[in-house]
């Protein structure tokens, strides 16, 4: 091609208007980094540092034994479809049956189809900030409009009901969040989402988008509340959930949706044109998944929650960052805006981008600025990490901000 061609005008507007992943270029950055030698630690992935479960992927072996080489239908296996209709009952209080369930390519192939399914040019999704990176990218593809309602720091990042129905219009068709929250940690409780869910009944239009990727990953004594197991709302809520997180399988690609019929047809329309079914051997993993022991994931969490109480401890000793205690999830958010406006002689910190950059080259932590989540005061911290690592992290960016002045 030539030299000279505007490559950037051929692309579509829809493309051109979209914003790289900031977690998925701090990591390739942090990637580049330690291929030049330097020692690099990486918490700028989402992504759990353990292993598939062996019984998961024994199922997976077998199902290549057994042959299930060809497409599934598209909306998945009819087993696995069950054990996620079980699944829904038995951990959720959910009751949807097979024909409610869709699976997909992860959870975030299943929010993006189901805002593609729902939301037409101009309609109006409300955001609970801060948020996970791809929302407000997905309602853009979709040409909606995203409406972001902050939490406050104080109210460990939460939205409130009343905040929730100021942002509420005639042009209102999704509300979402993801609980427990990537990138704060934070829980909304069973009181708080009976609380939004009396919003919703109010508002007939309104849909519940409820991310509960991180479902398992819960250090609350209360445990986790789905607010599609509340009878009012319930066909209006569509729950997304996954293996990504709970069962660390975030390669394997599986996701899935708990909606009304017509809506899960919708979904499934739409990925029948698009994608067809999902990896098929992934899928037989997946059941073996969802319907089995749940122990790995109760150990996987205890080392998060272990972990969790690790970072927020050193965070807390980093002069002038204020930190909240994450719930659930793997990550620590800290308020790091007390250093904008400094500089360390050579580099002048203004935002959480040039925070996140800096610490990346002078002291090789990657870690994710807090504005592509919506939060431009905050840094995003993934704890899924070795206590080493994250002790040793913690004390790089203790000494980084000592420079600055
Ligand atoms: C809040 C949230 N939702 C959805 C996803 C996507 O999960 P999956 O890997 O199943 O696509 C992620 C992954 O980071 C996430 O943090």
Redesign the pocket.
């Known amino acids: 091609m030539s030299a000279t061609l505007d490559t950037v005008s051929l692309l579509a507007d829809r493309i051109n208007a979209l914003e790289e992943s900031s977690t998925l270029a701090m990591t390739k950055k942090a990637r580049e980094l330690a291929a030049q030698g330097h020692k690099v630690i990486s918490l700028s992935v ?1 992504e759990p540092d353990f292993k598939t479960p062996d019984h998961i992927c024994e199922a997976a072996k077998k199902a290549i034994d057994d042959g299930f080489h060809g497409y599934s239908p598209v909306a998945g296996y009819p087993d696995l479809r069950k054990a996620i209709a079980d699944k829904f009952k038995r951990d959720n209080n959910i009751d949807w049956k097979p024909e409610n369930i869709v699976v997909s390519t ?4 299943s ?1 993006a189809n189901v805002i593609q399914v729902l939301i037409n040019p101009g309609d109006e999704v409300v955001i609970f900030s801060p948020y ?1 990176v791809s929302y407000s990218e997905m309602v853009k593809l979709a040409e909606g409009k995203s409406v972001v309602v902050d939490g406050s720091f104080e109210n460990n990042f939460k939205v409130t009901p009343e905040q929730f129905e100021a942002a509420i219009t005639d042009r209102t068709r999704i509300v979402m969040y ?1 609980s427990p929250n ?1 990138p704060t940690g934070s829980i909304y409780s069973e009181a708080e989402l009976r609380a939004i869910a009396a919003v919703v009944a109010k508002h007939e239009n309104v849909f519940v988008l409820a ?1 509960e ?1 991180y479902e398992y990953i819960n250090f609350t004594p209360e445990g986790h509340f789905s607010i599609g197991s509340i009878p009012e709302i319930a066909d209006r809520v569509i729950t997304v959930n ?1 293996v ?1 997180k709970g069962y660390a399988m ?1 390669g394997w690609r599986i ?1 899935y949706i708990g909606a009304a019929k017509w809506i899960a047809e919708g979904v499934e329309k739409l990925q029948g044109q698009v994608t067809s079914g999902t990896n098929s051997i992934a899928q037989k993993a997946a059941v073996a998944a969802i319907s089995g022991p749940l122990d790995a994931s109760k150990e996987m969490t205890k080392a998060y929650q272990r972990r969790r109480d690790l970072v927020v401890k050193l965070l807390k000793e980093v002069p002038h960052f204020r930190v909240n205690v994450p719930e659930g999830a793997f990550y620590a958010f800290p308020d790091i805006s007390y250093y904008y406006g400094k500089s360390d002689g050579t580099t002048t910190i203004n935002n959480s981008d040039d925070f996140a950059s800096w610490l990346l080259n002078t002291s090789y932590v990657s870690t994710v600025a807090g504005s592509g989540f919506g939060a431009p005061n905050c840094l995003r911290i993934s704890t899924a990490a070795s206590d080493e690592s994250l002790a040793e992290a913690v004390q790089r960016i203790k000494d980084a901000v000592a420079t600055l002045k």
């Open positions: 989402g992860g959870a975030k192939h929010l996970w993801a990537n991310d990727i996954g990504a975030t996701g």
